[in-house]
């Protein structure tokens, strides 16, 4: 069955980048997007963007334009978001998903402090 | 950048009753090819969001017959026919039809 396996929670320090993982299994990892969606604590949900893992292409919503790097690696049928100068606003659980949002991984919440 | 606006923000109902939830977009999301992209999700407490309907009004393989979504242009509605007890959390609308997509701002359903 389809699963979409999310890195583990991180610290991190304001101004410091972190990369997130999500790796696929269950499917072949080239025919859908990935896509990712930020939620911070009790709020709703953003979408960031989404990468073609077949060829690389990404679209990204202009708000994360500047935040967000997402990446994949065929050869670990895995995708990557980079989120970089990190502040206090990108403390949140990130998600990767699939394009119809019927598959998620489990989430990966990220805290930005000193 | 669609809109999406939720009502109610919060829903309290008996365990059998029936609800609505309502979702109103600032822009028609009737797509070009004839296709409507909204999506109804439901997050549970500490659980990622999970695909309920899809494209209006299809229901996601293994969902309960109990859910059901309608709606056109601008206006959609998801129903819970029957509340039960593990149809607690936060329900979401979501559109792709215009880029970016955009997420409704959630209503949670609280069992009585």
């Known amino acids: 069955q389809v699963n979409l396996l999310q890195s583990g929670a991180a610290l991190v320090k304001p101004g410091a980048s972190v990369k997130l993982s999500c790796k696929a299994s269950?499917?072949?990892?080239?025919?859908?997007?990935i896509h990712w969606v930020k939620q911070s604590h009790g709020k709703s949900l953003e979408w960031i963007g989404y990468?073609?893992?077949?060829?690389?292409?990404?679209n990204y919503n202009e708000k994360f334009k500047s935040k967000a790097t997402l990446t994949v690696d065929k050869s670990t049928n895995t995708a990557y978001m980079e989120l970089s100068r990190l502040t206090s606003e990108d403390s949140a659980t990130y998600y990767c998903?699939?394009?119809?949002?019927?598959?998620w991984g489990q989430g990966v919440m990220v805290t930005v402090s000193s | 950048d669609v809109v999406l606006t939720q009502t109610p923000p919060t829903l309290s109902a008996t365990i059998g009753q029936s609800v609505s939830i309502s979702c109103r977009s600032s822009?028609?999301?009737?797509?070009?090819?004839?296709?409507?992209?909204l999506n109804w999700l439901l997050q549970r407490p500490g659980q990622p969001p999970q695909l309920l309907i899809y494209?209006?009004?299809r229901l996601e393989s293994g969902v309960p017959n109990r859910f059901s979504g309608s709606g056109s242009g601008t206006d959609f509605t998801l129903k819970i026919s029957g509340v039960e007890a593990e149809d607690l959390g936060v329900y979401y609308c979501?559109?792709?039809?215009?880029?970016?997509?955009?997420f409704g701002s959630g209503t949670k359903l609280e069992i009585k």
């Open positions: 494209l209006v009004s």
């Open positions: 979501v559109q792709s039809t215009h880029a970016p997509l955009t």
């Open positions: 822009q028609s999301l009737l797509h070009s090819n004839g296709n409507t992209y």
């Open positions: 998903t699939s394009p119809l949002f019927d598959y």
């Open positions: 990468i073609n893992p077949n060829s690389g292409y990404t």
């Open positions: 269950g499917y072949t990892f080239t025919d859908y997007y």
